[in-house]
């Protein structure tokens, strides 16, 4: 079935590292590709997202490019913030007519001052 | 726009009892779709309704059901507990059945079965 892998974390950064969390999928049909950010008690909220290959979305300093040829779309970020520090899911919506959205496993974002 | 509304925000149950969830959408959506999120398997869909049908499923058992209701209110209603359903579970909306629309989602209902 369709797919996400995100790499595991937790991810460790001082502020104003640059940051890359990694995320591959399945290559079924043509999905539209999601990063969601998850704050400690609360439920999902979009981050950005892009809905054909090469588009790239950006959102709060944060940007992602959807790669059809690597299956990726990778999040990074040039400057983090403590505020930054969350869980962070990538997400894929089924193609074909079929709303079956598939998640990451999320990965944790730790920022130190 | 008030966000999506979910009720309670935590639950106690024993083992073998149902439980029913309830999931109050962003005025005008009319997708809303339920997920169950643990720190074994992350998070997994349950599945969607758009006007009041269920439109597509994830792998759950029967004991997992829902429906939603004209003014697209849904509630969400499991059966028969076991202890692995502990987990929190989510809701999310959106305003169209578009694939490329993001999803809206709930702070969750935090279900604990002992």
């Known amino acids: 079935g369709d797919s996400v892998t995100q790499m595991e974390g937790p991810v460790t950064l001082s502020e104003e590292a640059f940051l890359t969390i990694n995320c591959t999928y399945t290559a079924t049909g043509y999905p539209s590709l999601f990063w969601y950010v998850q704050y400690p008690g609360e439920g999902l909220q979009l981050l950005l997202k892009?809905?054909?290959?090469?588009d790239k979305g950006s959102n709060k300093g944060f940007e992602a490019t959807y790669r059809k040829e690597t299956t990726s779309f990778h999040l990074e970020k040039g400057s983090v913030q403590v505020s930054d520090s969350a869980v962070y899911f990538c997400?894929?919506?089924?193609?074909?007519?079929?709303?079956?959205?598939?998640f990451g496993r999320g990965t944790s974002l730790i920022v130190h001052p | 726009k008030a966000g999506v509304t979910q009720t309670p925000r935590y639950l106690i149950k024993t083992r073998g009892q149902q439980v029913t969830l309830s999931c109050s959408p962003i005025s005008g959506h009319r997708s809303v779709s339920w997920y169950q999120q643990t720190p074994g398997q992350g998070l997994q869909f349950l599945f969607e309704y758009f006007s009041e049908t269920q439109r597509n499923k994830g792998n759950f058992p029967g004991r997992f059901s829902g429906r939603q209701f004209s003014n697209s209110r849904s509630e969400m209603n499991v059966s028969t507990l076991e202890l692995g359903d502990s987990a929190l579970y989510l809701c999310a909306s959106r305003d169209t059945g578009q694939l490329n629309t993001e999803a809206f989602f709930g702070q969750g209902t935090r279900l604990t079965v002992v």
């Open positions: 892009a809905t054909k290959a090469d």
């Open positions: 997400a894929r919506h089924a193609s074909g007519g079929s709303y079956i959205p598939t």
